[in-house]
């Protein structure tokens, strides 16, 4: 009896959970949330908006400089073009470090690598590998740091965006 009890909790968390992860999703999708900045160390290019997120900026973020960017060759159906990397800063959170790096090629953000995910507890590094594919999916989408945060993991979320904005910046896109 028990056992029985657990499971059906265990199943009503996941089921709640799931319900409140949609939720969010929804209103990312549907851009109702409200926005406010997240002010940043180095946000002197990029956007007009200035790497804007939803949600409060509760993170402890201590910017860094933006260490340096790397150039690579890659092909396409139509040529050859340069890739460029870029690493953002070192973001540090009271749940660890989040730094990401971005490639640009074409004018374009192509891709968006995490470097370092919270992990100062096993909670931290759950909440951090559930946010991170969600965040670079919807930079990638926006093709800039402006996205909104991810409802349960505001401070990654805070940091991450804080690190790509610098990314952004040293690559003056």
Do not use: C
């Not at 159906?77 to 749940?95: E, I, K, L, P």
């Amino acid at each position: 009896m028990r056992t029985r009890a657990a499971l059906a909790t265990a199943v009503a968390s996941v089921g709640i959970l799931l319900a409140g992860w949609q939720s969010g999703a929804h209103i990312a999708e549907t851009g109702t949330a409200t926005t406010t900045s997240l002010s940043s160390s180095a946000t002197t290019g990029g956007s007009a908006a200035g790497g804007s997120v939803a949600g409060g900026s509760n993170s402890s973020s201590s910017g860094g400089s933006s260490s340096g960017s790397s150039a690579s060759a890659g092909n396409s159906s139509s040529g050859s073009t340069t890739a460029a990397t870029y690493d953002g800063a070192s973001v540090q959170t009271r749940f660890g470090t989040v730094q990401v790096q971005v490639t640009i090629q074409d004018g374009k953000i192509t891709e968006v690598t995490a470097l370092q995910l919270t992990d100062a507890e096993r909670k931290s590094a759950q909440i951090s590998s559930r946010a991170a594919p969600v965040l670079r999916s919807e930079v990638l989408q926006a093709q800039s740091a402006n996205v909104q945060t991810i409802g349960g993991a505001t401070v990654t979320s805070d940091a991450y965006l804080s690190s790509l904005q610098a990314a952004l910046d040293a690559a003056n896109f």
